[in-house]
C-alpha cells in the first residue's frame, strides 16, 4: 500500500496518522479515537435488530464494535480497516467476541470489503469518509454488500455542538452535500440530521 494517501476531498497527500494508524503514532491515533468518537447516536441511528449482520468500515480500535457486542443483538458482527494497527487494537478490545466467532475483524477498505453481495443488514462508518480515496467507490461497495430494506450510516465530524477538535475538522458544506447526493443515486431513502458531533446520514436500500 502507498504511504501517501489522497482523499476524494482535495487533492493533497494524506499523512494523518488517523487515515492508516501505525507505529507509536498509530497507537497514540487509536486511544485519541477510543476517547473522541462517541458512538451513542450512530448506535440509535443503526436501530440494530436481533439477528441483524453488521459491517463497520474503519472500526479503528474497536469501540462501535463493543458497544454493538455489547447493547444489540446483532448476530454477527464485521469490520473492515486498513490498519493491521487498528486490527490488533479491536482484537484486543472485543477478544471473547472474536473467539466465539461473533464478531471478525479484517483488513480491507470501504471499497474493498471482500464481502458477498448483500450479505449484511446495516453498514455503517464514524470519521472516516472524509479519508476515502473515492467516496462514489466506497458507496457503492457499502450498497452492493447491503441487503434490499436494509441500512448505511454514515458519520462524520460536526454536529450541533462540536468540541474544539471536531470544528477543525468539518468538512465544508459543499463536501457534506456531495456525500448526500452520492447516497440518493444508489439509496432509495436518505436522511442528514446533525447530532451532538457529528453529521449523521442513514441511507435506507
Known amino acids: 500500500m502507498d ?5 476524494w476531498t482535495g487533492h493533497r497527500p494524506i499523512t494523518s496518522p488517523f487515515a492508516r494508524p501505525s507505529g507509536t ?3 497514540l ?3 485519541f479515537m477510543r476517547w473522541t ?3 451513542d447516536d450512530v448506535l440509535d441511528t443503526l436501530d440494530v435488530q436481533p439477528g441483524d ?3 463497520e468500515v474503519g472500526y479503528g480500535p474497536g469501540e462501535l464494535v463493543r458497544l454493538l457486542v455489547d447493547r444489540t443483538g ?3 458482527i464485521r469490520g473492515v480497516d486498513p490498519s493491521p494497527e487498528m486490527r490488533h487494537a479491536a482484537t484486543r478490545a472485543n477478544r471473547d467476541a472474536v473467539r466465539s466467532g461473533r464478531v471478525a475483524l479484517h483488513i480491507g477498505t470501504a471499497d474493498h470489503t ?3 453481495d448483500q450479505s449484511m443488514d446495516r453498514v455503517v462508518s464514524v470519521n472516516n469518509v472524509g479519508l476515502w480515496p473515492d467516496l462514489e467507490a466506497g458507496l457503492r461497495e457499502l450498497h452492493r ?3 434490499p430494506g436494509g441500512m448505511a450510516v454514515i458519520a462524520w465530524h460536526g454536529g450541533v455542538s462540536p468540541g474544539p477538535i471536531t470544528r477543525r475538522l468539518r468538512l465544508p458544506d459543499d463536501k457534506l452535500d456531495r456525500i448526500e447526493s452520492a447516497l440518493r443515486k444508489l439509496f432509495t431513502d436518505v436522511t442528514r440530521r446533525d447530532a451532538q458531533s457529528l453529521v449523521i446520514y442513514q441511507a435506507v436500500r
Open 114 to 116: 471482500g464481502l458477498a
Open 37 to 39: 468518537n462517541k458512538q
Open 29 to 31: 491515533a487509536g486511544r
Open 25 to 27: 503514532r498509530g497507537r
Open 53 to 55: 449482520r453488521i459491517l
Open 3 to 7: 504511504t501517501y494517501l489522497r482523499s
Open 74 to 76: 446483532a448476530a454477527v
Open 145 to 147: 454488500v447491503v441487503r
